[in-house]
Structures are given as C-alpha cells and as structure tokens.
C-alpha cells in the first residue's frame, strides 16, 4: 500500500541550530502539504503545494522556515534558527487531484524537539 | 475565517458506554468532512462526509452530517481501550482544497 514517507521520524535539536524535514508523497499526488501539530492542538498547515508551486504559506513563519518541492515530487521543510516553540509534530499530507472528494493522506510525522 | 471547532475537548468513558464527538464548522465554499483518528502518531482516516443526512457506518463507528446546521457528529458505540485516541475533525473547502483541522476530542476508554 502507498504511504507518505518522512524522515527522521524524531529529531532533537539545539535552539539556534538549523534543522530540516524530507518527505516524499505518494507517487501521482500533486498536493502536498505541511502541517505542524503542537501538543493538545489540531493539526495547522504551514504550507501548501500544487505539484511545484507554493498555493498558500500564509501561516508559514518566514523568517526562519522556508519550503520547497523543487520538481514537484518530494519536498523538504527546513528551520533555522530552531527555536524552543518549535517543538512540535511536523506533519506532511497529500492528496490526488480533485477528480472526486478525497482524504489527506498523512506520513508518520516528524518529532521535533529543541531543547 | 475558516475555522472548525470540536467538543469535548476531552473525554473518559468506562468500555462498552457509548460516546458521540461534536463538530461544528464555518467555511466558506465547503467541500467535504473528515474524520481522523491519531494515536500518539500521523492521523489515520475514518470517514469523509459530502451530503447531508446520510449515515457513514464502519463497526461500531458512525458518523452523519448535517450541512444545514454546519456541523457532523462521530458515534462510538461500546467502546474498548483500543479506542483511546484523538479524533480530529477537518473540512475541504474548495478553494485551494485545503484542510483545516479542529483541536480534536481526546477520547480515554478505562477498563
């Protein structure tokens, strides 16, 4: 069965230090999205791809996250510099195109912890 | 603002009550519900609602929407340990077709 692949599924980091997340859709999904899960919350959505081309980053904290999805396939979310609140799940998601109403398909997530 | 909102936020019931989730939502262009279910790790999918009044049923989980009202409920009936979970509740909406995701409900089954 296809699944969302992420890694490092945990990581530890120092405050201050850069950090970085990978994940790999499932193959055909043109959207991709990040989401970032602090502890007792809901899942918020960081970014938003449509095969290359960011669609929304509006939450996304510019100053020190950036995303990209260079050929449209996997995508890499990076922080720098981490900082203490940062500690949270990171969550990448796809989904097919929108021939008909579809789920979210979610990776195993990233732990982030910055100590 | 889009926004989803989730009642209870948490909740502990004995095994074999019978528990109903709350999810109430106002977006704009709606597109379809969805329920999740995460254990300590990524979401998994239960049920994605499209129309009004008709019942999703898979075991003892069902859940039915009511788009006039804005607003689906997911029932658990008997519920086991092996139900303890956060259920999250989430609308598509067709601009974009993003999802945006409520607080969850934290469901605790006790022996």
């Known amino acids: 069965e296809a699944e969302v692949a992420q890694s490092p599924r945990y990581k530890i980091t120092e405050k201050s230090q850069a950090v970085a997340f990978w994940c790999d859709p499932i193959?055909?999904?043109?959207?991709l999205y990040w989401y970032r899960q602090i502890l007792g919350q809901g899942p918020e959505l960081l970014v938003q791809?449509?095969?290359?081309?960011?669609?929304?980053d509006s939450q996304l904290p510019k100053d020190r996250f950036s995303a990209e999805r260079l050929k449209g396939v996997d995508s890499t979310l990076k922080i720098q510099p981490a900082e203490l609140g940062d500690s949270a799940m990171y969550l990448c998601?796809?989904?097919?195109?929108?021939?008909?109403?579809?789920?979210?398909?979610f990776g195993q997530g990233t732990r982030l912890t910055v100590v | 603002e889009d926004k989803v909102v989730q009642s209870p936020l948490s909740l502990v019931v004995h095994e074999g009550d019978t528990v109903t989730l709350n999810c109430s939502y106002e977006?704009?262009?709606?597109?379809?519900l969805l329920w999740y279910k995460q254990e300590k790790k990524a979401p998994t999918f239960l049920f994605m609602l499209?129309?009004?009044?008709i019942e999703k049923k898979s075991g003892r989980l069902s859940s039915i929407l009511d788009k006039k009202e804005l607003f689906s409920i997911l029932n658990i009936t008997a519920t086991q340990t092996g139900d303890s979970a956060v259920y999250l509740c989430?609308?598509?909406?067709?601009?974009?077709?993003?999802?945006?995701f409520g607080t969850g409900t934290s469901l605790t089954v006790i022996p």
């Open positions: 977006v704009t262009n709606f597109r379809s």
């Open positions: 998601a796809s989904s097919p195109p929108r021939i008909i109403n579809t789920e979210a398909f």
């Open positions: 193959s055909g999904h043109a959207t």
């Open positions: 499209t129309s009004s009044g």
């Open positions: 791809f449509q095969d290359e081309s960011v669609v929304d």
């Open positions: 989430a609308v598509e909406v067709n601009t974009g077709n993003q999802f945006y």
